[in-house]
T-cell receptor
Framework: NAGVTQTPKFQVLKTGQSMTLQCAQD?????MYWYRQDPGMGLRLIYY???????DKGEVPNGYNVSRLNKREFSLRLESAAPSQTSVYFC???????????FGDGTRLSIL | QKEVEQDPGPLSVPEGAIVSLNCTYS??????FMWYRQYSRKGPELLMY????GNKEDGRFTAQVDKSSKYISLFIRDSQPSDSATYLC???????????FGTGTSLTVIP
């Protein structure tokens, strides 16, 4: 009964490197989300996918891209990492856009 | 002005106390209201989910929504050290595509 699984749990990158954060859910949810959480800022929405085949920008999309690979998987890509992207990244899923979201345990990303 | 305002605390109470956590909001279109609990180095965990106004009780937890005042509350009775965590409120519109989160209130329950 995994729920939402995020990989990796920790990552250190150098400025300019690229990487993809992976997220998979096993609850047959339609909607998936990527957030970043920074001290004093709360959870900020980066991108979301209301249903398979669609993606939309959230509050802070600059510097990120996403792919809804199938109903289960939603990945977040940093093409050229910057120190300002140092954060904890959470993936979440919900049955639909109005239902509560269920979160993974996050990826802690440091960019030097 | 942020959509959702939440006092960050920190809040420290003795074991057994009643805890009151609150959020205010500005968007009158919000219809869905949630409370999440987040332990250190973990993801937020859904505690309570309510639609529109009113109260909802689940064990030691009670959620209240006052839409006329744009104010929601979470009450924790007989607080336990295991309740020590950060509590996040969240809300969304009926037709919206995203949730709006408070910044979280840090709670410590002292044995």
């Amino acid at each position: 009964n995994a729920g939402v699984t995020q990989t990796p749990k920790f990552q250190v990158l150098k400025t300019g490197q690229s990487m993809t954060l992976q997220c998979a859910q096993d609850m047959n949810h339609n909607s998936m989300y990527w957030y970043r959480q920074d001290p004093g800022m709360g959870l900020r929405l980066i991108y979301y996918s209301a249903s398979e085949g669609t993606t939309d920008k959230g509050e802070v999309p600059n510097g990120y891209n996403v792919s809804r690979l199938n109903k289960r998987e939603f990945s977040l890509r940093l093409e050229s990492a910057a120190p300002s992207q140092t954060s904890v990244y959470f993936c979440a899923s919900g049955r639909d856009r109005t239902q509560p979201q269920h979160f993974g345990d996050g990826t802690r990303l440091s960019i030097l | 002005q942020k959509e959702v305002e939440q006092d960050p605390g920190p809040l420290s109470v003795p074991e057994g106390a009643i805890v009151s956590l609150n959020c205010t909001y500005s968007n009158s279109a919000f219809q869905y209201f949630m409370w999440y609990r987040q332990y250190s180095r973990k993801g937020p965990e859904l505690l309570m989910y309510t639609y529109s106004s009113g109260n909802k009780e689940d064990g030691r937890f009670t959620a209240q929504v006052d839409k006329s005042s744009k104010y929601i509350s979470l009450f924790i009775r007989d607080s336990q050290p295991s309740d020590s965590a950060t509590y996040l409120c969240a809300m969304s519109e009926n037709t919206g595509n995203q949730f709006y989160f408070g910044t979280g209130t840090s709670l410590t329950v002292i044995p």
